[in-house]
């Protein structure tokens, strides 16, 4: 074929076949024309190359490409491409089917339809994924079929559509094969979207039959596209894109093949579905015709079965059916089952009403947690009504099953720590834990009680108040049953007795303190649920006050336990404070105390790997209060000893309260230096005292003694100051009240001694008194006092006060005030006289004796 440059075309269609030779043999006879020209004759048509192509090689669809250009002899120089299209057509030979007045439309439609049922037979296993993949001879087949039919691009793919949506029917294809076929033919629509009547009428014929099918399917919707089953799910998606691509070619029809929308027809298959669905379980779990209480497991499961529906229905299927096809997949169906469980469930409760068991309360009670589940889905969906509801007011007739079954919980509570208990070994259930297994099972049972109150969700805010109190008082019941169970398991646990420390004290403390922190995180999730005005996440008062109660319950069973654990080291503890007081003084002070600092180091780390850090505070607070006791029994024990022991004991507390502080790892200062801390600084400080000093110090804390409390011995009032330029304080007796009868008649004789003192600071000022008021309690004196007294300092007197029990007293002398007061000091500067052996401190001590003596004597 040699083309010339002038009239050759950029793309070459031939049809039909017998009309190729002829032109191939004018494009030959041109080329050998202008080959056989002269050189200097003008031709406009040069010789550009040529083609040789076998027909045999020309595939039946044709063939649509460039081809090179090639030289017609060896001498010719060729270059370039040619652009030919060429097809085989052949409509001009009769056949039998053409004979017998079929068309090739039809034609092509039974020979596909042949073709797929031998090459996709319904036993072939996985044929659900098969994908239309014909083999190469059936493939060969179809293409010179349509070729030598003359079919269109659209006609094709119509084609496929109807033979591979019908085969679907019996024998099921690839849902992504035939959502493919769907786009193919959408494609050539919008090209050419013509068909004639016939072939457009059977197309919508097989629209019809495919959604029909459809939607058989989605009735069965649970059997055939499992939730749980990813893959048929990935089918569930395909098939609603497939049936939402009808929707496309519904405009298109002249005669529509759709009687009413598609999403109507999906909702409508979806319900009867629904309805189906719930039948047969209702008939196989609780027939109708069975006795309330055989019927109520049943529709326990029922119930169970349905949220487990709607669990799906809300996450699996609501989206693909609302993006798809614009379908509310979930409030259909949750409306219809809620709607029909409903029914059931008003009817058994007031069948089994008067039939109340325990066992029908458990049954009532698991349907009605499931039925508040199914209410709380609703609930979830913003702007809905749940008062529109037919499960609304469904809990009046469940309310004496849920309180009998309270009862049942409690008890059941305290089965399982009981078995708990019985089985714990009071070890740790892993080195990461320091509690034992008991302790696991008994939070555990807590939060499940706690999960399910709020399961519970009981509507009405009075009777939730009723049910949420009870429900507490219980866990508070269950909560102390478990830690009496674990004091007597710890009583009889053997093995123990000799060790400081105790192993399964550690735990039990521990278990203790986990169960409380567990209590009340479980207690206060019991606040009144939504629905009740202005008590939305409070505790009643009731509930309240149980949880306070209980806290301090277990706070104090947490000390007891404490106690019982430092109680086996207090024997240690007071042979090391014994060896710190009998150390000679020769020695130094971090030798007498080191034996008791290595020994609570010992303990102390022991303590510190086996409890946890709430526990390790308490049990430290505990030792540090024991050791005080032990040194202020050392210093009671030992009188009028020398300074140096004293001081060993000043420099073992400060070494203590180093230690217990432990840079800032154990107990605060402030605690530390609290209590008997001060008790026992002010002891040592008063130790080193001389015996004036002891003196000065109690009339301080006298003074410190000042209030207008009532006690026994009644009140008195008096008014003094300083006339600085006479040197003198000026006393003046107002009255005195409430007496105490000390004659037979009821009434006293009382008096004032006025008096300056410490007596060593005014050794020459004699002590005044006054006038006799006979047969009173309330006397009436205004008699005014003067006591010469320089005063060596500044002087401070209040203008006027009542004092009750002892007369005030006044020292405008050179006393300096020192830390400490009140009545502990009083007793303490009091206790160092009274162990002084010295002459003034022993009359000091006999005069207020004789003092107190003479107060306290009996009427």
């Not at 058989?216 to 799910?233: G, H, I, K, W």
């Not at 469930?345 to 947690?369: C, D, N």
């Not at 521990?510 to 505790?539: D, H, I, M, S, T």
């Not at 430092?566 to 150390?583: A, E, F, N």
Request: net charge negative; with cysteine.
């Amino acid at each position: 074929m040699g083309p010339s440059g002038r009239w050759l075309p950029r793309s070459l269609s031939v049809t039909p076949t017998t009309a190729l030779a002829r032109y191939f043999k004018q494009i030959v006879k041109s080329a050998r024309a202008n080959g056989t020209a002269g050189p200097t004759e003008d031709h406009t048509d040069d010789f550009l190359g040529c083609l040789n192509i076998p027909v045999r090689e020309v595939p039946v669809a044709g063939v649509d490409r460039w081809f090179k250009l090639e030289p017609r002899s060896s001498a010719s120089r060729v270059e370039g491409d040619c652009h030919l299209v060429l097809k085989l057509i052949t409509t001009q030979r009769d056949t039998a089917m053409s004979q017998r007045g079929r068309s090739g439309f039809l034609s092509h439609l039974l020979l596909l339809s042949h073709l797929l049922r031998f090459e996709h037979p319904a036993e072939e296993p996985n044929s659900s994924s098969w994908r239309g993949e014909l083999s190469t001879p059936a493939a060969t087949i179809l293409c010179l079929h349509g070729a030598q039919s003359n079919l269109s691009p659209l006609q094709l793919a119509v084609l496929h559509w109807q033979v591979s949506s019908r085969h679907h029917q019996t024998c099921t294809l690839d849902y992504s094969y035939l959502l493919g076929l769907l786009d193919d033919m959408q494609a050539h629509w919008e090209e050419a979207p013509s068909l004639p009547q016939e072939q457009e009428e059977g197309l919508a014929d097989s629209f019809s039959a495919f959604s029909e099918f459809g939607l058989q399917l989605l009735r069965q919707l649970r059997d055939y596209f499992p939730a749980t089953n990813s893959t048929a799910v990935y089918r569930l998606e395909l098939l609603l894109k497939c049936l939402g691509k009808l929707q496309f070619f519904q405009p298109s029809f002249e005669i529509c093949p759709f009687e009413t929308e598609l999403n109507m027809d999906v909702a409508a298959a979806l319900k009867r579905g629904n309805r189906e669905w719930y039948d047969r379980i209702l008939n196989a779990r609780s027939p109708r015709e069975q006795p309330g209480p055989q019927r109520l497991p049943g529709l326990v499961v029922l119930a169970d079965a349905i949220y487990d529906d709607l669990q799906s229905c809300y996450s699996v299927y609501a989206s693909l059916f609302h993006s798809i096809l614009n379908v509310d997949v979930f409030t259909l169906t949750f409306r219809q089952l809620e709607r029909l469980v409903a029914e059931e469930a008003w009817v058994l409760t007031e069948e089994l009403s008067p039939k109340m068991t325990l066992e029908v309360a458990s049954g009532l009670f698991e349907l009605y947690l499931t039925l508040a589940d199914l209410q709380r889905f609703w609930d979830s969906i913003p702007g809905r009504d749940s008062r529109s509801l037919a499960l609304a007011g469904i809990h009046t007739p469940f309310l004496p099953a849920v309180k009998l079954w309270l009862q049942v919980l409690r008890d059941q509570a305290k089965w399982r720590l009981q078995g708990a208990v019985d089985v714990d070994t009071l070890e740790p259930v892993d080195p990461s834990s320091r509690h034992s297994s008991s302790a696991a099972t008994a939070g555990l049972c807590l939060s499940h009680i706690q999960e399910l109150w709020v399961r519970l969700a009981w509507p009405d805010p009075a009777q939730a108040q009723g049910l949420g109190t009870q429900l507490g008082q219980d866990m508070c019941e269950a909560t102390l049953f478990y830690t009496e169970l674990l004091r007597k398991k710890v009583d009889t646990q053997p093995g123990a007795g000799g060790e400081a420390v105790s192993e399964a004290l550690c735990v039990v403390l521990n278990n203790v303190e986990l169960v409380r922190k567990a209590a009340g995180q479980a207690l206060k999730g019991l606040a009144w649920p939504e629905g009740a005005p202005g008590l939305e996440g409070v505790l009643p008062r009731p509930l309240l006050s149980c949880t306070q109660a209980l806290d301090d319950d277990l706070q104090r069973e947490a000390h007891t336990v404490t106690a019982h654990l430092t109680s086996k080291m207090v024997g240690d503890i007071r042979k090391y404070v014994q060896h710190i007081s009998l150390s000679p003084d020769s020695i130094q002070n971090d030798e007498a105390v080191a034996p008791l600092m290595k020994y609570l180091d010992e303990k102390l780390a022991l303590l510190n790997s086996s409890l946890v850090k709430g526990n390790l505070s308490r049990v430290l607070e505990a030792l540090w209060e024991l050791l005080l006791q032990a040194i202020l029994q050392a210093l009671g024990a030992n009188r009028d000893v020398s300074a140096d022991f004293y001081s060993r004991f000043h420099f073992t507390l400060e070494a203590l309260v180093t230690f217990f502080h432990a840079e800032g790892q154990g107990l605060p200062l402030e605690s530390l230096r609290d209590g008997s801390y001060k008790r026992l600084k002010e002891e040592l400080r008063l130790h080193k005292c001389s015996t004036r000093e002891c003196i000065e110090q109690f009339y301080l804390d006298k003074l410190k003694q000042r209030t207008l409390e009532q006690n026994r011995f009644g009140r008195l009032s008096v008014r003094c100051h300083y006339e600085a330029a006479e040197q003198r304080l000026a006393v003046e007796v107002l009255h005195a009240a409430d007496l105490l009868p000390l004659d037979a008649n009821g009434l006293s004789d009382p008096f004032v001694i006025v008096e300056l003192g410490p007596p060593h600071l005014f050794p020459l000022v004699r002590s005044q008194r006054t006038q006799v008021k006979t047969r009173t309690l309330h006397p009436v004196y205004d008699e005014l006092f003067y006591l010469r007294a320089a005063a060596a300092g500044p002087v401070c007197c209040s203008p006027s006060w009542t004092t009750t029990g002892c007369p005030p007293t006044t020292s405008p002398g050179r006393v300096s005030e020192r830390p400490g007061g009140g009545r502990g000091s009083v007793r303490s500067a009091l206790r160092m006289l009274e162990g002084r052996t010295s002459k003034e401190a022993q009359e000091f001590v006999k005069k207020l004796k004789e003092l107190e003596k003479c107060m306290e004597a009996d009427p």
